[in-house]
């Protein structure tokens, strides 16, 4: 983890997603651009689904990847890698860090966190990044074990319903209570570089960006409404 640290330190994750029903939601197109974002400097890559790891990971072998799989159930808000299944499936798929939701909330089948981060660990020796709404949440991760924590999580759950990304005043507070190698990643609603700056200086060690470079559907939605208003 010590040269992952190095290699992340105050760089760029690029978030290479599309949408449900998005023709950008192919492997082939996911992977290119998940390509040029290595090519022009990113430090690794974010990607979800086993079919979009894989595709990078076939195209981009040695790319750093951060894997997801977005699945929802009944009974339960929790939709980032929810489960055993998930963890197992974007691990066998190629990633090199599994990103999973570590709020508190209630998890599909009654699964606890805790059990899966142990198991994550001691059976497939995989690193974990946390996805975190709050301070308690990121640092509850980190004592179970979980190496990265990332703040993608503010102001998308019900407990943080009422604020909006960037989670500028999660970052200082967790750098400051944070164990010094827990890496700390600045993920949502980052949407300039001057913006990715300024989650580095409030103590992310390397921020993730996505809509704002790679999403396109969202977008280009978001400058048909400013021109039709």
């Known amino acids: 983890m010590r040269l992952e640290r190095q290699r992340l330190q105050g760089g760029l994750i690029v978030s290479v997603q599309a949408p449900e029903g998005s023709p950008m939601r192919h492997n082939d197109v996911i992977a290119a651009m998940a390509e040029a974002s290595l090519n022009n400097g990113a430090v690794g890559v974010r990607l979800e689904s086993p079919e979009h790891i894989g595709a990078v990971r ?3 072998p040695e790319a750093l990847i951060i894997g997801l799989w977005k699945r929802t159930f009944p009974g ?5 890698t929810p489960r055993w299944q998930e963890i197992q499936a974007v691990w066998a798929a190629g990633a090199d860090v599994i990103a999973l939701d570590a709020t508190e909330r209630v998890r599909p089948d009654g699964e606890e966190l805790a059990t899966l981060v142990r198991r994550a660990r ?3 020796g995989a690193p974990l990044m946390a996805d975190i709404d709050s301070t308690a949440n990121g640092l509850r991760a980190a004592e179970l074990g979980c190496p990265w924590v ?3 999580l503010y102001g998308y759950t019900e407990a943080t319903a009422q604020q909006a990304p960037p989670a500028w005043g999660l970052l200082p507070e967790l750098r400051r209570q944070l ?3 827990t890496l700390l990643i600045c993920e949502g ?3 300039s570089a001057p913006q990715a700056r300024q989650a580095l ?3 992310a060690d390397a921020v993730v960006v996505g809509t704002a470079i790679t999403g396109v559907d969202l977008q280009v939605a978001a400058y048909r409404r400013q021109l039709e208003a």
């Open 58 to 60: 076939r195209r981009c």
């Open 76 to 80: 339960s808000s929790v939709y980032i």
């Open 122 to 124: 001691e059976e497939l």
């Open 150 to 152: 990332g703040t993608t």
């Open 179 to 181: 164990p010094a190698d």
């Open 189 to 191: 609603g980052i949407a």
């Open 201 to 203: 200086e409030a103590g």
